[in-house]
């Protein structure tokens, strides 16, 4: 072994282990001080994502999931938690400061097609906190978990009446695809977007989320 080597080797022994996106977890406050948590979704949290989808509103569930149906199937619970943190990266809030810790929100990036570099965006938050900046940190979670895992571009697909979704993708700076039969479509730039939210010097949520992600 030549001396570079031996280097090399004792570097590579002593180096701190990188830490996973998928074991980080973000506490911080909602714009009216809620506390919460922000965690990546496993497998686990079939019974916390059907209770946040029964706590929606009957509007909110229509235009999330084109149905104001109180309980979806649970094969539709099942692809929400089958989350393996590249070809479906998804990031979930808890209330910290609730009875229960519900949780009170989620966003999903689902890669269109295997190691692809485009995937499909989508995001809920619980009615009672909606206007709190939630939506805006759950995103720039799942940004910068899409960078890291090579996912570029993600598409938005939402209906037409569906305005906070609307200002939320404009906010981040998603260019207009088209409409069809009442669905709006865009395309986000996941790096760009990302931008979008890191220049935001009124959103101290996002910058919690960032900073613990050292992004």
């Known amino acids: 072994m030549t001396g570079t080597d031996g280097q090399d080797a004792g570097r590579t022994k002593g180096a701190v282990p990188r830490r996973r996106i998928e074991d980080v977890e973000i506490h911080s406050r909602l714009n009216d001080g809620t506390a919460v948590c922000l965690r990546t979704i496993t497998p686990d949290d079939a019974p916390l994502i059907r209770d946040g989808i029964a706590r929606l509103s009957a509007e909110s569930r229509y235009l999330r999931f084109f149905s104001p149906a109180p309980a979806l199937p649970d094969a539709v619970i099942e692809r929400l938690v089958d989350v393996d943190g590249h070809d479906h990266i998804a990031w979930g809030a808890i209330c910290s400061s609730c009875p229960d810790r519900p949780a009170i929100g989620a966003v999903h990036a689902v890669r269109h097609r ?22 805006r940190m759950m995103t720039a979670a799942l940004l910068v978990h899409c960078l890291a895992e090579g996912l570029v571009e993600l598409d938005v697909h939402m209906l037409s009446e569906n305005a906070a979704a609307r200002r939320l993708v404009k906010a981040l700076g998603a260019s207009w695809a088209g409409e069809t039969a009442g669905v709006a479509e865009y395309r986000l730039d996941v790096a760009a977007g990302l931008e979008s939210l890191r220049a935001d010097a009124d959103a101290p949520g996002v910058r919690d989320v960032l900073a613990a992600l050292d992004a």
């Open 114 to 135: 295997a190691d692809g570099p485009v995937g499909e965006f989508s995001v809920a938050v619980l009615d009672a906190f909606h206007g709190q900046g939630l939506a």
